[in-house]
């Protein structure tokens, strides 16, 4: 099993209200929590489940990851594609991963987050061959990208709304998908690419291999309780160190 990892943005909304230029901002997956970047946690989380290799699409500060991934002792492991139109919609990152000539199961991975290892653990061990990550606790809003259930199946992946469902939970950002489905899903990011649609958020090509598939095609893991946070905004960035790496750290 290998695993993708879309990390070419530049974190536009973390640097909302400072001064900061932004060439001086660290990609996100360099941000340090407990004296370690995300990219060292993924590492190690994703060696530690029997991942054999990982490639990650990036863009902004290229040059920065790849010394990290050296300084790391993974140049073996991590393998880069760049990401040239990183200022565009994330749909363009996933419709480089093409490039690769995918096999076998893909994990799809969000770089910004921190998360207990266990959850990447429970996506690596699905009996599901196409999976979501999904977490019940969290705060409805405009921001989470959502996931509904009903009788048991997935039926909608999206920030907003509008179908009955039995309960709905949030997207970890976190993906597993079998040969053929990752095949499909590639076809299609590069056909968003093609035809201009290059604002789109990757998750709509997800969204719309869903709700083309036979019910059943896709299901779901259900993470609740185990902590993880997406760092989006600066206030992420608080949470992580004082409400969700102490619970990593404490195995809660």
């Known amino acids: 099993m290998r695993a993708i990892m879309l990390a070419a943005g530049v974190g536009n909304r973390l640097l909302a209200g400072r001064a900061t230029p932004e060439a001086d901002h660290p990609p996100k997956v360099l941000l340090r929590f407990g004296g370690r970047t995300l990219l060292s946690r993924h590492i190690s989380a994703l060696r530690a489940a029997g991942v054999e290799r990982l490639t990650i699409v990036t863009g902004y500060r290229a040059a920065d990851i790849e010394s990290a991934i050296v300084a790391e002792g993974a140049a073996e492991f991590v393998e880069t594609i760049v990401n040239p139109d990183y200022h565009v ?3 363009v990152s996933l419709a480089a991963a093409d490039a690769l000539g995918w096999g076998g199961d893909v994990l799809l991975m969000d770089a910004d987050v921190l998360y207990d290892p266990r959850i990447l653990d429970r996506l690596v061990a699905t009996a599901h061959a196409n999976c979501f990550l999904l977490d019940r606790n969290f705060e409805d809003g405009a921001e989470p990208v959502k996931l509904c259930v009903r009788d048991e199946n997935l039926i909608e992946f999206r920030k907003k709304i509008d179908v009955e469902y039995d309960f709905q939970g949030e997207s970890v950002g976190f993906f597993r998908f079998s040969a053929a489905v990752a095949e499909r899903l590639f076809v299609a ?4 690419a093609a035809s201009g649609r290059t604002d789109e958020p990757y998750e709509e090509v997800i969204r719309e291999l869903l709700l083309g598939a036979p019910l059943g095609t896709f299901g779901f893991e259900d993470i609740t309780g185990l902590p993880w946070i997406e760092i989006d905004f600066a206030e992420d960035v608080a949470r992580a160190e004082t409400e969700v790496l102490p619970r ?5």
């Open 89 to 91: 919609g994330s749909v």
């Open 248 to 252: 990593i750290d404490a195995g809660l």
């Open 189 to 192: 990011a590069r056909s968003y």
